[in-house]
């Protein structure tokens, strides 16, 4: 009894979406020049075209018979299986949610979606009806011309930020691929064939899934190079996630027990426990007890010692003039940077000012990083009773701050503003919303002067935030500019110098002004970025900063110029939280702004010995797909979706090339200890972990006396 034509057309279309989606995955291997991960993507991309397959066939079940109009739109259906969850997420971001009907764009994006791919294949239908060879083969061309659009996009247009539209691209991918080996013709398949063919790649998958990427080698060169298999890889591990806590089972995920959702390569592992949380086959080791101090040497007497005392009484009754470059890499201006001379006056500055070279922001994002500097709190984000800002103002400073309309847009216009007398916007956009298109450093000097101003002989705290290297890839950089640093191969990271050229031009202005005006021995000038940035010199860097944390990314200048401090570097390492408590004390006022999480740099700033300094300390990293902790020279960073760790020796290998991970197991275990230690700190930049952080942010009630 043969096969009735249903049961023959569903084969078809299982073996050609099976086959399709193979074709993908062994390109995506070749491209990535390994074997061994062609074992593991050509039956996980096999598998998930069978599933496309099995779907497609359904639909073609259901809408046969039926009024053309009515068929298509069945057909149409399975796609909003994609477009409904990208859609959920896609404009989750702060720059989505300025587009016009931003609030309705995940509702009408899937309808709008699901109507087009109904079109294309009612009349793609209609098309094929001929049969002929040459419209088959038109029809190919047209599917392979549409498959390599979306690649073309993915690449392209989408950023590392929309990782559930590159899961979804890569789904379009694979239907595509099965839609062009089906437009070479319809072939009477056996359903046996079908279901030999489905056998098959249930079952290399089931074991690609239990055994692959077991290599840690595998899974970086994966997360770091992948196209569509790491998109497919993410996936699956997604699905097969039972605790969703972000790790899973399967496909090297790591996860020990998924179904504790406090175990998973990315767990806090508590030292001498007994419970191997973050699952990497040990307990965690505590840190090494802290070398005693000698009797003779004592924080509090030292700073009633007659030098020290002398310093901050004359500092108590100083201005502070903050200055930050969002995105400024500590490498364009470290001490032994090849073309450091380019920028004069920021040279200047720090040759004057004492100069921490080991020190790194608390995030690669804005949202942290400011926000630690705000409340000098690890996890800015908790309930703070007093900001950095608010102290000041009970201290009688008057308080400006001139920020970019971006940042507040992204960081949340609720913390920054707090405490501020006068807080003053700085457009970067002039003819487009929202899409910067000129230097903005000079409207944020001219906010500093009219501070100035503004202040006259009253104690004023000014913080300036200098966004211009920030948007190197999308401002028209005026050829003068251009001119002032030298030619490099990389067109993006001279384009990132001239603008940073700009803002060293400005910092001139700035303390050209604070000499005409009589400040410049009244005024404690605090200068530091808010984190790296990523110049695509290394795709582990991705294609900006804000989801990541090597070194580039978070490795920052940070200087404090304090009249009458002899300038100088300091090798201790550091971090934004600790610019509260460092200026609090030089105000003598530590007490004004209580508790806070960062060190008082204050013995370091006067080079004090090395025994009330916190030299072995441990500095924490938060990220979207990474944390890391830095224990100078060594750099942890853990990447838990991708169980992936990786440990550098920053002071041979500052460019991270050299991975000590598996040469060094006691380092590694000691500072996942350390990692512990630390509060956990949520980075959810979606909108609705925006409005969360703006909620967060606002200024306790305090309840009246009973």
Wanted: hydrophobic share 45%.
């Amino acid at each position: 009894m043969s096969p009735s034509p249903a049961r023959v057309l569903t084969a078809w279309i299982l073996v050609a979406h099976t086959l399709g989606a193979s074709a993908i995955g062994a390109l995506d291997a070749a491209r990535l020049g390994s074997a061994s991960l062609a074992m593991v993507l050509v039956p996980l991309f096999a598998v998930t075209g069978l599933v496309a397959g099995f779907v497609i066939a359904g639909t073609e079940r259901i809408a046969a018979g039926r009024a053309w109009w009515v068929s298509a739109l069945i057909r149409g259906a399975p796609s909003l299986l994609v477009l409904v969850p990208v859609a959920s997420t896609l404009f989750d971001g702060a720059f989505a949610q300025t587009l016009p009907l931003a609030f309705a764009l995940p509702y009408v994006v899937p309808i709008l979606g699901w109507l087009s791919v109904s079109l294309a294949i009612a009349g793609g239908s209609r098309f094929l009806r001929a049969g002929d060879p040459t419209t088959r083969a038109i029809m190919v061309l047209a599917c392979a011309g549409a498959l390599g659009a979306i690649v073309w996009g993915e690449r392209n247009l989408l950023g590392t930020g929309y990782p559930g539209a590159h899961v979804g691209a890569t789904l379009a991918v694979l239907v595509l691929a099965g839609v062009c080996v089906r437009a070479l013709g319809r072939f009477q398949l056996s359903p046996y064939l079908a279901a030999g063919l489905a056998a098959a790649a249930i079952g290399t998958a089931i074991a690609t899934a239990m055994h692959g990427l077991e290599d840690a080698n595998q899974r970086r060169v994966l997360a770091t190079y992948g196209d569509q298999g790491r998109d497919l890889v993410r996936l699956w591990r997604q699905l097969i996630d039972r605790d969703r806590d972000g790790s899973s089972p399967v496909l090297g995920g790591g996860d020990c027990d998924d179904g504790d959702a406090s175990r998973h390569p990315g767990a806090a592992d508590s030292p001498d426990d007994g419970i191997d949380q973050d699952c990497d086959g040990r307990d965690a080791l505590p840190p090494p007890p802290p070398a005693a101090k000698p009797k003779a040497i004592d924080l509090a007497s030292w700073r009633e010692s007659s030098p020290v005392a002398e310093t901050i009484a004359r500092t108590k009754g100083m201005n502070v003039l903050l200055l930050t470059i969002d995105a400024l890499r500590f490498d364009m201006l470290a001490p032994e940077a090849a073309d450091r001379a380019e920028f004069p006056e920021l040279t200047k500055l720090l040759d004057e000012s004492v100069f921490f070279t080991r020190a790194f922001s608390p995030a690669s994002g804005t949202d942290i990083s400011l926000g630690t500097l705000l409340t000098g709190r690890h996890d800015p984000h908790q309930t703070i009773e007093t900001t950095l800002p608010e102290a000041l103002q009970s201290l009688g400073f008057r308080t400006y701050s001139a920020l970019p309309v971006e940042v507040t847009r992204y960081v949340g216009e609720v913390l920054p503003g707090r405490g501020m007398d006068r807080p003053r916007p700085v457009y970067t956009d002039w003819d487009t919303t929202d899409v910067a298109d000129h230097v903005s450093g000079p409207a944020t000097t001219l906010e500093g002067v009219r501070a100035w101003n503004d202040a006259a002989d009253r104690r004023s705290f000014i913080w300036l935030h200098y966004f211009d290297v920030h948007e190197h890839h999308q401002i028209p950089v005026p050829k003068r500019l251009l001119k002032k640093v030298r030619e490099e191969a990389s067109d993006r990271r001279r384009r990132y110098r001239a603008l940073l050229f700009a803002i060293d031009t400005e910092i001139g202005r700035l303390r050209a002004e604070l000499v005409q005006r009589g400040l410049a021995d009244k005024t404690i000038i605090i200068f530091a970025s808010d984190h790296g940035e990523s110049l695509r010199e290394d795709p582990r860097l991705l294609e900006t900063h804000g989801k990541v944390v090597y070194a580039p990314l978070v490795r920052i200048p940070l200087a404090f110029h304090i009249p009458g401090v002899r300038g100088g570097l300091r090798t201790d390492p550091a971090s934004l939280v600790d610019i509260a408590p460092t200026l609090l004390s030089l105000l003598d006022s530590r007490s004004s702004l209580s508790p806070m999480d960062g060190v008082d740099l204050l013995p370091a700033l006067l080079d004090a010995p090395e025994a009330l300094r916190a030299m072995k300390r441990a500095l924490v990293i938060n990220e979207e797909l990474q944390w890391s902790v830095v224990e100078w020279p060594y750099q942890l960073l853990v990447r838990p979706a991708e169980n992936l760790a990786e440990l550098y020796d920053l002071s041979t290998d500052p460019q991270q090339k050299t991975d000590l991970v598996s040469s060094m197991p006691e380092v590694v275990a000691r500072l996942r200890a350390r990692y512990a230690e630390a509060p956990v700190v949520r980075v959810d930049r979606t909108i609705d972990g925006r409005r969360w952080r703006e909620q967060q942010a606002r200024r306790p009630q305090r309840r009246a006396p009973p």
